[in-house]
């Protein structure tokens, strides 16, 4: 299989952002996959699942939003789901691409909403990763704790503990080697320090505009094609009661339980690749 490749795309308002792509193996002919991060997160969450979905045969883009990666900061401060979702349609034009299916972890997943609002046509199918229109009190209060907050980090050491610190609850079997993979995804180097790999901005409050409506932004999102939900048994995100409402009434949303796992599931467990590559299969 050929390298993923960088590529760089403009947003409406002049930002330069960033992506890795995956050319797809095999025959080639299953529809383009974008994976859309969480909110502290960025393309290199998606390091081991894209190479395996570009496998299955389909082109795969593992976009940095705006503030994360080595997508520009916004001087603005514009961290909006609206904006992203903008910019999501800006990627697609860039690459050339009509309609995708999109992969969204947290953020991603409500990205994948407010693109669905926006732009429903551009929508294949979606595969959304333990997030739905209400958001949990208790997963709230713990991002809090830690978005936007200085931190020091002497060292890489150091660097996994406080990785672990935040998502220890999320991944119980998660040991030494896992803290250090997870570290290097999240982290960077700076300026000769290592910091979250993220805008602080990305913090402020973004006020209820930004997600007005969000059970028609799900609703818009069910109606656009086939959606696999995937909900993490240990999640403090998306509450099980949330997920059966966002299943309840839709044929077109299949939902998964994926045992053991917090907020949200990386993707690499068994029963998760299983039913993605299933889920695919049965794509038109």
Known sequence: MNEAEDMVWRSADGLQLHARAYPAGGAGDGLPILCLHGLTRNARDFEEVAPWLAGLGHRVIAADTRGRGR????????????????????????AGI?????????????????????????????????????????????????????????????????????NEAAYPAFGPADWKAMARRLLTEREGRIVPDYDPAIAQPRGEATRSDP??????????????????????????????????????????????????????????????????????
């Not at 514009?78 to 349609?89: F, G, M, S």
């Open 71 to 94: 997508s520009a900061w916004d001087p603005a401060a514009d961290y909006h789901l609206p904006t992203y979702a903008a910019d999501v349609e800006a990627l697609l034009d860039a």
């Open 98 to 166: 009509g309609r995708a299916i999109l992969l969204g972890t947290s953020m991603g997943g409500l990205i994948a909403m407010a693109l669905a609002i926006r732009a429903p046509d551009r929508i294949a199918g979606a595969i959304v990763n333990d997030v739905g229109p209400v958001i949990a009190e208790a997963g709230l209060t713990r991002i809090a704790a830690y978005v936007g907050k200085p931190v020091e980090i002497p060292d890489w050491e150091a660097a996994a503990a406080y990785v672990r610190w935040q």
């Open 215 to 284: 059970w028609a932004a799900w609703a818009a999102l069910a109606a656009a094609g086939p959606v696999l939900l995937l909900r993490g048994t240990r999640s403090d995100i998306l509450d099980r009661t949330v997920a059966e409402a966002m299943a309840a009434g839709r044929p077109g949303v299949r939902w998964l339980e994926v045992p053991a796992v917090g907020h949200a599931p990386t993707l690499d467990e068994p029963t998760v690749r299983a039913s993605l590559a299933e889920w695919l299969a049965e794509l038109p």
